[in-house]
């Protein structure tokens, strides 16, 4: 990208997205927000993808929201603050729920700081691996807001209201091997990005069909009620069922085969 706070770099079918502000810790500036949305956006009209890593260069994965940029600059913040009364999904919240929309598996590779946005971000992904040492924390209560970048979302799947109460309501910091006890992260890699890689590695060997509409039922099914879920799991299993990657999966199963898989389709 031409401003180079987002570095994109797709080999074969893994794209690995880079924040790219490694003096300010990837702090989120409207800059960066707008830079990483772009990305998202084209990684979703890509159907040869089969996951993305989320990382951030430097000594953190993304230590928030730049607030002197932000809040220095009245025009801009004037203009931020209008996306609040849209009636759908702001630019803001795109920056953790775009990456739901898109149907491969996204991993963040967490280390150093991972504050407010950044953690937003992380938790916007599919599966978050994370150094034990790495520093996290829902901070915005420390500048007077709420998590308002999908965080009632996310936050709602992964750990109990209490603990999403106590954390944003102290907006306290803890470790990486603290957010794997919470649920907040996966699982803990002395080096995330190298287990990211052979996780997306892993999951490339299954349909690329099947687990687009895998990721996209469970979430959908997720908080649902019985009949919604179940109404889902029909839904998605006859998107699946009869298709080439779905009699390629057979295949491979009965007979052994190293038949390569078709393109995604769905997602």
């Known amino acids: 990208m031409s401003s180079n706070l987002v570095l994109l770099d797709i080999t074969h079918d893994l794209a690995q997205v880079r924040l790219n502000r490694p003096d300010k810790h990837n702090a989120m500036s409207f800059e960066l927000l707008d830079a990483l949305l772009g990305v998202a956006a084209k990684l979703k009209k890509q159907p040869s993808l089969r996951?993305?890593?989320?990382?951030?260069?430097?000594?953190?994965?993304?230590?928030?929201?730049?607030?002197?940029?932000?809040?220095?600059?009245?025009?801009?913040?004037?203009?931020?603050?209008?996306?609040?009364?849209?009636?759908?999904?702001?630019?803001?919240?795109?920056?953790?729920?775009?990456?739901?929309?898109?149907?491969?598996p996204v991993i963040a590779a967490v280390h150093g700081n991972c504050f407010g946005a950044g953690i937003q971000l992380a938790l916007g992904a599919d599966i978050r691996i994370a150094r034990a040492d790495a520093r996290l924390s829902i901070m915005e209560s420390k500048w007077g807001l709420v998590p308002d970048m999908g965080g009632a979302v996310t936050l709602r799947e992964l750990v109990r209201l209490d603990v999403a109460k106590e954390l944003t309501f102290t907006g306290r910091i803890f470790s990486g091997a603290q957010a794997l006890e919470m649920g907040l992260v996966t699982e803990l890699a002395e080096d995330p990005i190298a287990r990211a890689r052979a996780l997306a590695a892993e999951i490339a060997t299954r349909s690329p069909d099947a687990v687009a509409a895998a990721k996209y039922l469970l979430q959908e099914a997720w908080m649902a009620d019985d009949a919604a879920a179940a109404a889902a799991e029909r839904r998605w299993q006859r998107a699946l069922m009869?298709?080439?990657?779905?009699?390629?999966?057979?295949?491979r199963n009965l007979k052994n085969s190293e038949t390569p898989f078709r393109k995604r389709s769905i997602g």
Not at 62 to 74: E, M, N, Q
Not at 242 to 251: H, K, L, Y
Request: charged residues 20%; contains cysteine; glycine residues 10%.
């Open 242 to 251: 009869g298709r080439a990657n779905q009699r390629i999966s057979v295949e």
């Open 51 to 104: 996951a993305i890593i989320l990382s951030g260069d430097g000594p953190s994965f993304c230590a928030g929201l730049d607030v002197k940029s932000t809040f220095g600059r009245p025009a801009k913040a004037a203009v931020g603050f209008a996306q609040l009364y849209l009636p759908y999904v702001n630019r803001f919240q795109r920056w953790s729920l775009a990456w739901r929309d898109i149907g491969v």
